[in-house]
C-alpha cells in the first residue's frame, strides 16, 4: 500500500486507536489489496461485496471476524480518501449473539490446582480475582497494586480509561508469595527477556493447558 499505508497510519495514531486495533486495520487491509492485486484506492463498492462474500462463504470467517475487516475497509475509505460512497451502502454484519462461558467457583479453583508453577497459578488469579481483561491484566505494573486501599488500578483499559478494582485478601497474599519467590521490577509479569509485558498468547495457552489437565 505504501503511502496510502503510512496515511493511514497516521491518521490512527492521531486518533489514539490502540495498537492492536492499528495492528488489525493494517493487516486487514493489505490483505484486501493482496486479493485483488491491485491499490484499494483503485477499488470500490463491487470489491468491497465481493471481498465481504469471499471472507463470509470461502474462507468462512465467523462475523466478529469480518466485522473487524469491514471497520478496516470502512476507516480506510471515509477517512483516508473521503469516499464514503464505496462502503455506506453496504451493510454491517450482524454479530452472533453468544452466552460467555462462566466457570463454577470449583472449576476455577480446580484450574488454578492445576497450574504447574506460582508464577502461572498468580497470573491466572489475577485475571479471574480482578475481573481484568487479558491485555490489562499482562500489562498491570508493580505500582499498580494498592495494598493499603485494596484496590488494583487498570490502566487505559476499554476505552482508553483508567479505573480500579478490588484487590482479595486471598490475591494479596498470593502476590506477596509470588513477589518473593520472583521479584519483578516493573511490569508484574513479564515476557521474554524479562524487560517487556507479559504476552498475551502466552496466558492463553497455559489457561488452555490448566484446562485440559482438569479434563483427565
Not at 486507536?17 to 492499528?22: A, D, E, G, N
Not at 462462566?102 to 488469579?125: C, D, G, Q
Request: hydrophobic residues 35%; contains cysteine.
Amino acid at each position: 500500500m505504501g503511502e496510502l499505508r503510512d496515511r493511514m497510519l497516521e491518521e490512527m495514531k492521531l486518533r489514539n486507536l490502540s495498537q492492536k486495533t492499528v495492528k488489525s486495520y493494517i493487516m486487514q487491509m493489505e490483505m484486501y489489496a493482496k486479493m485483488f492485486g491491485r491499490s484499494p484506492a483503485d477499488l470500490g463498492e463491487v470489491d468491497i461485496r465481493n471481498y465481504m462474500r469471499y471472507l463470509r462463504e470461502e474462507k468462512e470467517l465467523s462475523s466478529s471476524s469480518i466485522n473487524v475487516a469491514y471497520c478496516a475497509l470502512k476507516f480506510f475509505y471515509t477517512q483516508i480518501l473521503d469516499r464514503k460512497f464505496c462502503i455506506e451502502k453496504i451493510s454491517r454484519p450482524k454479530r452472533e449473539k453468544k452466552l460467555p462461558i462462566i466457570l463454577s467457583k470449583s472449576e476455577v479453583r480446580s484450574i488454578l490446582e492445576k497450574a504447574k508453577n506460582l508464577k502461572y497459578k498468580t497470573k491466572l488469579m489475577t485475571i479471574y480475582s480482578t475481573g481484568s481483561r487479558l491485555m490489562e491484566a499482562t500489562h498491570l505494573k508493580i505500582t499498580d497494586i494498592y495494598s493499603k486501599r485494596m484496590q488494583v488500578r487498570i490502566n487505559q483499559g476499554k476505552g482508553k480509561k483508567d479505573r480500579y478494582t478490588i484487590l482479595s485478601k486471598t490475591l494479596l497474599t498470593t502476590l506477596r508469595e509470588y513477589w518473593r519467590c520472583y521479584r519483578p521490577k516493573q511490569w508484574l509479569f513479564t515476557g521474554i527477556g524479562k524487560e517487556g509485558p507479559l504476552g498475551e498468547s502466552v496466558v492463553q495457552k497455559e489457561f488452555q493447558e490448566a484446562k485440559k489437565k482438569l479434563a483427565y
